[in-house]
């Protein structure tokens, strides 16, 4: 039973349904940023983010700051590429647009691979694009939160390090760590930013970065000092070194409840194989799948290689748009998420499956979901009279 | 009586200790970002940040992002001053020598006016540095964590306004806020930058802006794009505005619990009139600095104008540090700061009286602190020796 007040069933691509524990913690007591006991949880925090990504390289870092996902973008953006270098950002659905706005910002030139719409850049055409100029990072949205396409980041990856080896590999995370497999020594990647809201399963407020030996080396070596402050790893290394070494350290008041609910669902995540954890996001990604398809529905993304396992952005029948599904869904106490991708927001609803949803079969999250989607299409479709 | 787990009494310069209410409201239940009950609670908490500037000018806009107050210097250095652009910057602390690195970061020249340790700058040397050349934009802080110094911001904005009418007013007033008196509009500022954690008595996790109907102008105005993509005032402008007028909006996910807990906190705030708030402060400081005065101990800020009332920075009796006298208080259940000021830290501690521990006498907190000090000290000199 959960202690939490009786509230409709979150599954949007993130905010995600947390568990109790995690929002207990959430109320933690007023602390110092510098005690030895909010040390000690920062430290494990940051050590644990290590094991998220499966990494064991000492040279990689963590880091968890104040902050939106989109955050992780200006640390990137202002860090590990300078004015007038080039970026490829590749495209499969709004972030990429967003990721490619923030890079110019701070000066950097980006080009896109644009994909059409629930589709993604193909391994010939990067390999391509890479080939014809010098990249100084490549950015690659693992599960785009817009159109629930799920990018192939170690076989990029491959592709990068075969054709141009320098370029630093930087995965846009946010709606995969915690639910994508994700093997950040193994494959090589560079940077993998998220935030705590999704498959975290940690309340939003917190942006989480991993960077590896390679990144910090391209930190290092800046011929000009990062362009923003408060995304400056310059200012954050120290302080996310320190903590992890047990010593308190100063640079900005770290979010000291967000921090242990951090703690507390990193906790439970990490105590069991994240192998485990992708095969139960993948196993309930493919039941929503297949009733998607059992109730005549296409998913924007048509090839399966290419299908997110913790959301399902999924096209309504014609003639109907998400406010006549979303308050169906509702009324059954579960809530989607409409449209994002700007071209075609009024014909689509996104199903997020991720985290205490999926890992708590008690909670019966999925199959209450599915049920009610099949009964508000129904009625909508009556409703306006579309078959 | 608190339903807080038991915990030494947290009286640092933030975060401070929180009321149940508003931890209570940090373990909110999941909720969509752009569902309409979380922006009702978005926009009426936007509505009172209005209150607590004491500010009823339409023309002036609240901000809350989530992040720490560090980033409110992004935003003002990103947004109100360009490139080559010249701010001056008052110097009452640690703090100033931060905000100047934060401007230089984005390209502004940063003129330091540095008064000595526990002083402010003087309004003649203030009119002064105006008279020399021309500034976009001044900063104070309105009171300096690291030293407990006061800066009269009213009269400073009145010098200014009087010289160099069109240099922007940048109040840094993480400390300040909720604690000494602000009248946004009467005293014709231009930015107030703050955070959750102190006065405001809600967790870390939240930068909280307020800019005025000239600042706005003056970002509309800009020859060049903002230089910040996560603190972007064209970013988050239409965001803040929306969600204030019951629309939800997107730029990146808000931190939806801190804004719950930000709501409550400010709903107890504004419910009095903030006048009988910064007169509850000024009475509990001065029974705090004639403790202090009667213990035979010195401020930081021998001045009392340039006194702060929400904390007291205390050179410790010659031949201690902070490490003798902590330990002592922590052992009596209650934790003040030790120095930050890098020329003299080891030299001085911090006791920060703000928010419930000042506004619910039941708490007993500050007579408890006053009480703990007198006897950890005299523990300290016993033990070193000392007079």
Redesign the interface.
């Known amino acids: 039973m959960s202690s939490?007040?009786p509230?409709s069933t979150?599954l949007?691509p993130?905010?995600?349904?947390?568990d109790d524990a995690v929002?207990?913690s959430?109320?933690?007591?007023?602390?110092?940023?510098?005690?030895p006991a909010f040390v000690k949880v920062f430290g494990e925090t940051l050590t644990m983010v290590r094991k998220l990504f499966q990494s064991t390289n000492p040279s990689a870092q963590p880091f968890v700051i104040?902050?939106?996902?989109?955050?992780g973008?200006?640390v990137v953006?202002?860090n590990l590429i300078e004015r007038g270098e080039n970026a490829l950002v590749l495209h499969s659905g709004y972030f990429a647009d967003s990721f490619a706005?923030?890079l110019e910002?701070?000066g950097a030139h980006a080009t896109q691979l644009k994909a059409p719409i629930g589709d993604r850049p193909s391994l010939e055409q990067i390999e391509q694009a890479l080939k014809e100029k010098p990249y100084k990072l490549i950015t690659i949205t693992h599960v785009d939160t817009s159109t629930g396409v799920l990018s192939d980041i170690k076989r990029v990856t491959e592709v990068v390090r075969r054709v141009s080896p320098d370029t630093l590999v930087v995965v846009d995370g946010v709606c995969s760590v915690g639910c994508e497999e994700i093997a950040f020594d193994e494959w090589d990647l560079d940077v993998v930013l998220t935030?705590s809201?999704k498959a975290i399963g940690c309340?939003?407020?917190l942006s989480i970065l991993m960077l590896s030996g390679r990144a910090i080396d391209r930190f290092r070596s800046r011929k000009t000092?990062?362009?923003?402050?408060?995304?400056?790893i310059a200012n954050w290394m120290p302080v996310m070194q320190n903590y992890e070494n047990n010593k308190p350290s100063?640079?900005?008041?770290?979010?000291?409840?967000?921090v242990h609910a951090l703690h507390t669902s990193l906790s439970q995540i990490t105590a069991r194989p994240m192998a485990e954890r992708f095969a139960i996001h993948a196993k309930n990604s493919d039941r929503v799948k297949a009733a998607v398809a059992e109730l005549g529905l296409r998913q924007l993304a048509p090839q399966p290689e290419s299908q997110a396992h913790a959301m399902t952005a999924i096209y309504l029948p014609d003639g109907l748009t998400p406010a006549d599904v979303l308050p169906g869904l509702l009324k059954r106490g579960v809530?989607f998420?409409a449209g994002?991708h700007k071209e075609i927001a009024t014909r689509y609803i996104r199903f997020g499956h991720m985290g205490v949803s999926v890992t708590d079969p008690a909670r019966n999250d999925i199959d209450k979901a599915i049920a009610a989607l099949k009964e508000a299409l129904t009625e909508a479709k009556q409703a306006k009279l579309v078959n």
């Open positions: 939490q007040a509230h979150l949007i993130g905010p995600i349904e947390f929002l207990q959430m109320s933690h007591f007023a602390e110092s940023h510098v005690s104040a902050g939106s996902g989109t955050l973008w200006d953006a202002s706005a923030c910002t701070y935030a809201q309340p939003p407020g000092p990062p362009s923003s402050y408060f995304a400056s100063y640079f900005a008041t770290p979010p000291t409840q967000l809530i998420a994002l």
